[in-house]
């Protein structure tokens, strides 16, 4: 099959079409027709070498985590669908990934496309969405009326967690630069603070949770914005912040947390409701052809990019 993979960690250029043998699948898995996945910061952190402890030298690596496609083939475990069915889901692997024409994709951690998505469109929703969702639900225990702020609302973890914060009934306000602003009014922020000309942090308002989605403020420069019990989420557990999850988790009051994502089809299920009811979109900023995955790379890796960036596998 055709595919991108990496032999070396590296810069964009050790991205290389290759041709790979079709995966074999296990029992509880089924083999998917990959139709489009999307870039995440965690590729090209792995590209790079930044998480070599974990994965290792397991070459030629095929990165990538998020897939849209048709089921192909399903093993002898496999209840929940069949071939044909079009599905999403969000990989559990990081080294045989979706950068290729098949994968193959556990059940537990697919579901269904949302119809009124596009196979490109459906592959910008499962990991960042997902994060999103856990993040707020399950760390920020979110319910109606809470003051929410979410740092980085217009990339691709931010734009859900607006979304799925006003799904859910709370207050948003969003912090991006002001040419981002009306893009995210339109997810339904109440409220913007442009980052270019204010410190969020200095604000006197109280957050009952503040997840910071792009990592860019620790939990001690945001400690006076939340409200006595209130929770900080973040996307990377740094120094400063893994010593507050550590510290907060022992004494009563403000929490700080780190949302590590775990992958799986209910929640893929209810995403698939939100947006099917409209009260969920992905924003995507450019479509590349697998062929230009390493100028996908290199555009992620800047950290401007106001939602996600969609790479295009097989038609």
Same mark, same amino acid.
């Given at each position: ?27 509880d898995q089924m083999l998917v027709k990959v139709y489009a996945t999307s870039i ?85 929703? #499962?990991?960042? !969405?997902?994060? +999103? ?5 399950? *760390?920020?225990?979110? /319910?109606?009326?809470?003051? $929410? &702020? ?44 442009d980052y270019t000309f204010q410190d969020f942090t200095k604000e006197s308002v ?19 914005i939340l409200s006595s019990n209130g929770v900080y989420v973040t996307t990377v #557990?740094?120094? !400063?912040?893994? +010593? ?5 988790? *022992?004494?009563?009051? /403000?929490?700080?947390?780190? $949302? &590590? ?55």
């Open positions: 099959m055709k595919a991108v993979a990496i032999d070396e960690y590296g810069a964009p250029e050790v991205l290389r079409s290759q041709d790979l043998p079709i995966p074999e699948i296990k029992s995440n910061p965690i590729d090209w952190k792995t590209r790079k070498g930044m998480l070599k402890i974990i994965f290792g030298n397991k070459f030629p690596m095929v990165l990538g985590y998020d897939v849209a496609g048709e089921v192909v083939e399903v093993g002898s475990a496999v209840t929940q669908f069949r071939p044909g069915d079009q599905i999403y889901a969000c990989l559990d692997t990081a080294t045989s990934g979706s950068y290729a024409e098949y994968a193959a994709v556990s059940e537990k951690v697919a579901a269904l496309k949302p119809q009124n998505l596009s196979h490109s469109e459906a592959a910008a929703v #499962p990991l960042a !969405a997902e994060t +999103a969702l856990q993040a707020l639900r399950d *760390l920020g225990n979110i /319910k109606v009326g809470d003051r $929410i &702020l979410i740092n980085g609302a217009s990339g691709g973890v931010g734009t859900f967690a607006v979304q799925i914060a006003k799904a859910q009934g709370a207050e948003v306000t969003a912090v991006c630069s002001q040419k981002n602003a009306e893009l995210v009014k339109s997810l339904g922020a109440d409220r913007i603070i109280k957050y009952d949770i503040i997840f910071d989605a792009v990592a860019t403020r620790s939990f001690w420069e945001c400690q006076n #557990p740094d120094f !400063a912040n893994s +010593a507050a999850i550590l510290i907060t988790q *022992l004494i009563p009051g /403000k929490k700080a947390k780190f $949302i &590590l994502l775990k992958s799986n089809g209910k929640d893929l299920a209810y995403l698939k409701e939100l947006i099917e009811a409209n009260k969920l979109r992905p924003i995507i900023a450019r479509t590349y052809p697998l062929s230009e995955i390493a100028q996908a790379h290199a555009e992620s890796e800047k950290g401007r990019v106001v939602g996600k960036l969609v790479i295009s596998v097989s038609s």
